[in-house]
């Protein structure tokens, strides 16, 4: 099966808890008080493990995936989810499929940019993906 891995089940997790944000003002300005160095991005890519032919991606090869491809290129760390993809093909019916979620939290500059398009392209190619979601949004953190 090919991956437009949980375009909705993305959307309706990420927004099930959707409230104004409270670092907003009542005119939606938002609140300068991110610190520049605090001042991070988001990035979260969502990989199918169905193939379109054969057998599903093992948790093995996934995890050889993490290993040699993900964590060279974000040693600091990342989270990973288990994930179920939904989206509706071309025919009109509802594929679904497992998935794994990664989330990265990164600068945003060339580096990480690179990296990520790596990661998409190694994917798709070594487990025949049509396609790696990818969402990304500005984040303040602190550790």
């Known amino acids: 099966m090919t991956i437009k891995t949980g375009l909705m089940a993305a959307t309706l997790f990420m927004l099930a808890g959707c409230t104004a944000p409270s670092h907003t003002t009542p005119d939606t300005t938002p609140d300068t008080t991110c610190k520049a160095e605090n001042q991070m991005q988001q990035t979260t890519l969502f990989f199918g493990l169905n193939r379109p032919a054969g057998a599903p991606i093992t948790g093995q090869e996934w995890q050889q995936f993490v290993d040699r491809d993900v964590t060279?290129?974000?040693?600091?760390?990342?989270?990973?989810?288990?994930?179920?993809?939904q989206w509706l093909g071309n025919d009109g019916t509802v594929a679904r499929e497992p998935s794994k979620a990664l989330m990265l939290i990164h600068p945003k500059d060339a580096e990480s940019e690179k990296s990520i398009d790596a990661l998409r392209g190694i994917y798709k190619s070594r487990f025949a993906q049509e396609s790696v979601m990818?969402?990304?949004?500005?984040v303040c953190v602190q550790f």
């Open 134 to 138: 990818r969402v990304d949004q500005p």
């Open 72 to 85: 060279p290129r974000f040693r600091d760390g990342l989270t990973v989810f288990e994930a179920r993809g």
